[in-house]
T-cell receptor, first 114, second 112 residues
């Protein structure tokens, strides 16, 4: 069956360290993978998009990698700050689903301690 | 620009009641989406509209209907609410089906 897996346990790190979040997928051939941030009580907000032919994408302190062999995307936040505390969702677009829409993972909560 | 707006913000229904959740976007986007979010389940797609005049089922369409009223508006209707439909509902829009999605603030629905 098709699955998108993100660590359901919260990730706790110290301020200034690099946070690394993982998104693994099974039985998809995604053309795109996106990462979103969601704060409590709010809708998700887009952060980064990476295509299947791209290995890495950066935006300020954020970096996303995409390994189609491992079927995995890693999301990094360098020099993390308490304001980075939120839930991070990965989403992929793949015609394997039979739908012209994104499929979301369940998210990983990041807690950055001051 | 208001972005994506949703009404109402909160709603409590009794089992069997009906209601319509409204969504509007002012970004001239072609695609619009309805999701539900339950604890530990992530966002699950209910219905989507890739362009004005079209609607398609998502992952969990049972018990729901949608209307793409025009390019701006996409409504979600619960004809006979059930406790299993207690959830947070998000509307989103995007320029194309694989592109960035912009989400509304959500509607928190409780069905008793």
């Amino acid at each position: 069956s098709q699955k998108i897996e993100q660590n359901s346990e919260a990730l706790n790190i110290q301020e200034g360290k690099t946070a690394t979040l993982t998104c693994n997928y099974t039985n998809y051939s995604p053309a795109y993978l996106q990462w979103y941030r969601q704060d409590p009580g709010r809708g998700p907000v887009f952060l980064l998009l990476i295509r299947e032919n791209e290995k890495e994408k950066r935006k300020e302190r954020l970096k996303v990698t995409f390994d189609t062999t491992l079927k995995q995307s890693l999301f990094h936040i360098t020099a993390s700050q308490p304001a980075d505390s939120a839930t991070y969702l990965c989403a992929l677009y793949s015609l394997d689903t039979g739908r012209r829409a994104l499929t979301f993972g369940s998210g990983t909560r990041l807690q950055v301690q001051p | 620009n208001a972005g994506v707006t949703q009404t109402p913000k909160f709603q409590v229904l009794k089992t069997g009641q009906s209601m319509t959740l409204q969504c509007a976007q002012d970004m001239n986007h072609n695609s619009m989406y309805w999701y539900r979010q339950d604890p530990g389940m992530g966002l699950r797609l209910i219905y989507y509209s890739a362009s004005e005049g079209t609607t398609d089922k998502g992952e969990v369409p049972n018990g729901y209907n949608v209307s793409r009223l025009n390019k701006r508006e996409f409504s979600l209707r619960l004809e006979s609410a059930a406790p299993s439909q207690t959830s947070v509902y998000f509307c989103a829009s995007g320029t194309g089906v694989a592109d960035t999605q912009y989400f509304g603030p959500g509607t928190r629905l409780t069905v008793l």
